[in-house]
């Protein structure tokens, strides 16, 4: 086994590793400055969307997102907080995935962040009828700023 192919259990949640770098890789090609992120709010929201569950809750404003997610014990919640802007850098490094928009780039991890954040949802929309408190998932604009 390489080390990164984790084994899939039968009843365990599970995030398509794949499936995740391919999201990375688009949002890295996306970057957008602080209020800007239309383009990024836009290709998030999609993504969202196929969770389509019942109790999965999504606000925006400006360019930015919560969703909400309700487990069983409304008295604890637990948050998770990704940037979603880029930076005004020129992207110097060759890749199938570089950004595509010159002079901007996720230079510091925040397309890793959104990924991360994303994968998390998924995970808790698989098991949500473990959830024993609220789940709130934030993708913040304009952290850069």
Same mark, same amino acid.
């Given at each position: 086994?390489?080390? %990164?192919?984790?084994? @899939?259990?039968?009843?365990?949640?599970?995030?398509?590793?794949?499936?995740?770098?391919?999201?990375?890789?688009?949002?890295?090609?996306?970057?957008?400055?602080?209020?800007?992120?239309?383009?990024?709010?836009?290709?998030?929201?999609?993504?969202?969307?196929?969770?389509? =569950?019942?109790?999965? =809750?999504?606000?925006?404003?400006?360019?930015?997102?919560?969703?909400?997610?309700?487990?069983?014990?409304?008295?604890?919640?637990?948050?998770?907080?990704?940037?979603?802007?880029?930076?005004?850098?020129?992207?110097?490094?060759?890749?199938? %995935? =570089?950004? @595509?928009?010159?002079?901007?780039?996720?230079?510091?991890?925040?397309?890793?962040?959104?990924?991360?954040?994303?994968?998390?949802?998924?995970?808790?929309?698989?098991?949500?009828?473990?959830?024993?408190? @609220?789940?709130?998932?934030?993708?913040?604009?304009?952290?850069?700023?």
């Amino acid at each position: 086994m390489a080390a %990164f192919d984790y084994p @899939k259990n039968e009843g365990v949640a599970f995030v398509e590793q794949e499936e995740l770098i391919a999201i990375r890789r688009q949002l890295h090609q996306i970057p957008e400055i602080g209020l800007e992120e239309k383009e990024t709010q836009a290709f998030l929201l999609n993504e969202i969307d196929k969770m389509k =569950q019942p109790y999965l =809750q999504v606000r925006t404003w400006q360019t930015g997102i919560l969703v909400f997610i309700e487990g069983k014990n409304p008295q604890k919640t637990i948050g998770w907080r990704a940037d979603i802007d880029g930076l005004p850098i020129q992207e110097e490094v060759v890749s199938a %995935f =570089q950004s @595509k928009r010159p002079g901007f780039m996720h230079a510091c991890g925040h397309d890793n962040h959104i990924t991360m954040v994303l994968g998390a949802a998924r995970l808790l929309a698989q098991r949500k009828d473990e959830l024993k408190g @609220k789940v709130r998932l934030i993708f913040q604009p304009s952290e850069e700023l």
